[in-house]
C-alpha cells in the first residue's frame, strides 16, 4: 500500500554563515496528514517551514511538493500558502477584503466569484456573518480564523502554519486545536504545522516531528513518541516526565527491557537506545504511569508522601523514595477516580510501574558552563 507524498525534503541543510540551522533533514509528509514539527524555540523550526514555502533556499538538499523538485520554483508559483504567527491581516480593511486579498492578486476570477469563495471559507472556519465587519472589531481568535480562511480561499494543496496560536490565550488555544484538527479532516488539506507546544502538536497531529538544533530527532505518531521516545531529547521535551539521574544498567530483561540501579535501588525500564550492562544512564518515568499503594509492599519501591498537589481530576504527589542511598523522589499522578488510593501527607506507600512505562537512555553531554571552564 502506497500513500501519496505531498511533501519531501531529502537532505536538507540551512546555512546562515557558520550556523547550520537545519541540519540534513530529511522526510516524507502523506497527502491530506496533519504533520507537526515541535521543537524548542531556535530549533530551527521556521527556517525549515520557510524552506518549504520558498522563501529562504537550501544550502544543499532537494525539496519536493507534489512529486516535482521545487527548488528554484519561487513561493507564489508553490501550490502551498503558509499562515504567519503574526496575523499580518489589514486592520482597517473588513473582513470580506482581508479574505479575498490573495484571490485579487492573482487576478483571472471575477468578483462575485471571489466573494463566493470568501463567503464559503468563512464558513468553513466558522465566521459566516462577519464580512463587512474590521478587523479590529474582531477578537483574537476570530482574527485567527479570518487568517485562515485567506489562506483556505488560495484553496493551497499545502497549508503550512507557523505557531498561529501561539498568540492566543489558553482557553482560546484549547478550543482552536480541536477547530483547525477538523477543519483539516474536512478539507483533506495536508497540514504542516509548527510549534513549540507539545500539547497542540500531540493533541492535532497524525505524525510528530521533534526536532532540535535543527536535527530531527524523532518523526512518529503522537502516542508512539510520548510512550516510546528514541532520544534522551525527546524524552525530556515531550510531556512531563520523572527523570533520575546517575542510573546504571545491571541486567538485561527479554523484548528489550534493562534493570537499572539508581541510588542502590533495582528499576525497571525499557532500553530507549543501544545500551550495554555496565552503562550510565538517565531513567525517565511518566508520573501518570507509577502506581501507587499505601502501605510498605515488597514487589515495589517504598517511599514517603512529602506533598500532595490537588489539580481537579488528579492530584500530583511527591514521594520521596525511603531506601535510596541519595535523596530520590518521584512525583505521581493520581487520578480521582472512584477507587483512588487515599494518601496523606507523610504516609509510607509503595511505587511501582510496568517496565516499559519508564525509558532508559544515555546522559546527553551538558555543555560546559563558563564557570566550570576555568581552570
Ligand atoms: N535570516 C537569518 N539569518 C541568520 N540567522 C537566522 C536567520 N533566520 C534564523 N536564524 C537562526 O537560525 C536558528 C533557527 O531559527 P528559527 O528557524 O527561527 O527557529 P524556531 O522557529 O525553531 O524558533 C536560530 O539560531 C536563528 O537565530
Ligand atoms: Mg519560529
Given at each position: 500500500m502506497s500513500q501519496e507524498i505531498d511533501v519531501a525534503l531529502v537532505h536538507v541543510t540551512k546555512k546562515f554563515g557558520d550556523l547550520i540551522a537545519v541540519n540534513d533533514v530529511s522526510f516524507e509528509i502523506p497527502k491530506g496528514s496533519f504533520f507537526s514539527i515541535l521543537g524548542p524555540s531556535g530549533s530551527g523550526k521556521t527556517t525549515l517551514l520557510r524552506m518549504i514555502a520558498g522563501f529562504e533556499k537550501p544550502t544543499s538538499g532537494d525539496i519536493y511538493i507534489g512529486g516535482q523538485r521545487v527548488n528554484d520554483v519561487p513561493p507564489n508559483k508553490r501550490p502551498c500558502n503558509m499562515v504567519f504567527q503574526r496575523l499580518a491581516l489589514f486592520p482597517m480593511m473588513n473582513v470580506l477584503d482581508n479574505v479575498t486579498f490573495g484571490l485579487r492578486r492573482r487576478g483571472g476570477i471575477s468578483k462575485a466569484e471571489m466573494e463566493r469563495r470568501a463567503k464559503d471559507a468563512l464558513a468553513r472556519v466558522g465566521?459566516?456573518?462577519?464580512?463587512?465587519?474590521?478587523?479590529?472589531?474582531?477578537?483574537g481568535g476570530q482574527q485567527q480564523r479570518v487568517a485562515l480562511a485567506r489562506s483556505l480561499v488560495l484553496e493551497p494543496t499545502v497549508l503550512l502554519l507557523d505557531e498561529p496560536l501561539g498568540s492566543l490565550d489558553l482557553k482560546l488555544r484549547q478550543s482552536m486545536k480541536l477547530e483547525l484538527k477538523h477543519l483539516q479532516a474536512r478539507t483533506g488539506t495536508t497540514f504542516v504545522y509548527i510549534t513549540h507546544d507539545q500539547t497542540i502538536a500531540l493533541a492535532m497531529s497524525d505524525t510528530v516531528a521533534v526536532i532540535n538544533h535543527g536535527r530531527i530527532e524523532q518523526i512518529a505518531p503522537p502516542e508512539e513518541l510520548y510512550r516510546?521516545?528514541?532520544t534522551h531529547f525527546v524524552a525530556s521535551f515531550v510531556g512531563e516526565n520523572n527523570k533520575l539521574t546517575n542510573g546504571k544498567v545491571v541486567a538485561f530483561r527479554q523484548g528489550g527491557g534493562v534493570d537499572v540501579e539508581i541510588g542502590g535501588i533495582r528499576m525497571a525500564g525499557r532500553a530507549g537506545e543501544n545500551l550495554a550492562v555496565g552503562d550510565r544512564v538517565d531513567l525517565f518515568i511518566r508520573p501518570e504511569m507509577i502506581t501507587l499503594r499505601p502501605g510498605r509492599h515488597d514487589d515495589g519501591i517504598v517511599g514517603k508522601v512529602s506533598e500532595i498537589n490537588f489539580d481537579g481530576s488528579h492530584s500530583l504527589v511527591i514521594v520521596d523514595l525511603l531506601e535510596s542511598d541519595r535523596p530520590l523522589s518521584l512525583n505521581v499522578k493520581v487520578q480521582h477516580t472512584e477507587n483512588a488510593p487515599d494518601v496523606k501527607v507523610g504516609e509510607v506507600v509503595t511505587l511501582s510501574w510496568r517496565w516499559d512505562a519508564a525509558n532508559a537512555f544515555h546522559p546527553v553531554a551538558q555543555p560546559r558552563t563558563e564557570a566550570e571552564g576555568l581552570p
Open positions: 465566521l459566516e456573518g462577519l464580512e463587512k465587519r474590521k478587523i479590529h472589531q474582531l477578537s516510546q521516545p528514541a
